[in-house]
């Protein structure tokens, strides 16, 4: 064998062993993937992150109170700091509070704000996966049904999403084991319709409408998954 053939047989083993070991990283689940996105989720600061945690004793594993979590003696605090104290909406709120402890208006409002952007412009795109995870069986059908119906006319949608000008938690209940609430939210958006040809069908590419919904979400206490769901739609013109 020739000295070139040696050189050349050399560098296909070592391709070959960095394909392997590249292989054996990349292709594997560490059980430390991101999860799933949850706007009502609490954002933990970089300080927060940053925080060494205590180490666990005897190879037990320490857990913590969950974020946003008022302590027992000051769990109504958040609550009063939020809704007024004697209004129906604080004390719809204190008893959703003493069902789930860990219950922050203050969050739920900042976690309503970013999935109520994550929906409209997941319907505006068709992105059904999107809204699967966002939204009930019943509110999902209806949404799956323009969509469909729009990718059957053939229409297409440019849509820009401006900002939210008013997030307002304006009602809460508790029946059973299932949390409601309800928000006021007036948004700024940009949204035109053009149908197969082109044509502008609905709506405007220049304009920035002014929409006013008001959604309701639901979570029930009992299950595993911590979601909230939109279970209804209204609009207010």
């Given at each position: ?5 040696i050189?050349?047989?050399f560098f296909l083993i070592?391709a070959?062993?960095?394909?392997l ?5 990349l292709?594997k689940?560490?059980g430390?993937?991101k999860?799933?996105y949850?706007?009502?989720a609490?954002r933990?600061s970089?300080?927060?992150a ?6 666990a004793?005897?190879?037990?594993v320490?857990?913590?109170p ?10 109504f605090?958040v609550?009063?700091?939020?809704a007024?104290?004697g209004t129906?909406l604080n004390?719809?709120?204190?008893r959703?509070?003493?069902?789930d ?10 976690g ?16 059904r996966k999107?809204?699967?995870s ?6 999902y059908?209806g949404?799956?049904?323009?969509i469909?119906?729009r990718?059957?006319?053939?229409e ?7 900002g ?7 009602a809460a209940?508790l ?12 948004s ?8 197969k040809?082109g044509t502008?069908?609905d ?5 920035v ?8 979400f639901l979570r029930d206490t009992?299950?595993?998954d911590p979601?909230?769901?939109l279970?209804?739609?209204?609009s207010?013109?």
């Amino acid at each position: 064998m020739g000295t070139d053939s040696i050189i050349t047989l050399f560098f296909l083993i070592v391709a070959a062993l960095i394909f392997l070991n590249l292989r054996s990283v990349l292709g594997k689940r560490t059980g430390h993937e991101k999860p799933p996105y949850d706007p009502f989720a609490p954002r933990e600061s970089a300080r927060e992150a940053e925080r060494p945690q205590p180490p666990a004793e005897d190879g037990k594993v320490i857990t913590l109170p969950r974020r946003g979590a008022a302590e027992p003696e000051n769990r109504f605090q958040v609550i009063d700091d939020f809704a007024p104290p004697g209004t129906p909406l604080n004390d719809a709120l204190r008893r959703i509070v003493e069902a789930d402890p860990s219950f922050d208006p203050r969050q739920f409002v900042e976690g309503a704000r970013a999935a109520y952007e994550m929906i409209v412009t997941a319907y505006a795109e068709g992105d059904r996966k999107t809204l699967k995870s966002l939204l009930s069986n019943e509110v999902y059908e209806g949404f799956n049904a323009a969509i469909t119906e729009r990718e059957k006319a053939g229409e297409k949608v440019k849509f820009t999403f401006v900002g939210i000008d008013k997030a307002d938690m304006v009602a809460a209940g508790l029946e059973g084991p299932e949390v409601t609430v309800t928000m006021k939210i007036v948004s700024q958006l940009i949204s035109a319709t053009y149908d197969k040809a082109g044509t502008l069908v609905d709506g405007n590419a220049e304009d920035v409408s002014e929409v006013k919904d008001r959604w309701t979400f639901l979570r029930d206490t009992r299950s595993r998954d911590p979601n909230w769901k939109l279970v209804s739609t209204q609009s207010e013109g």
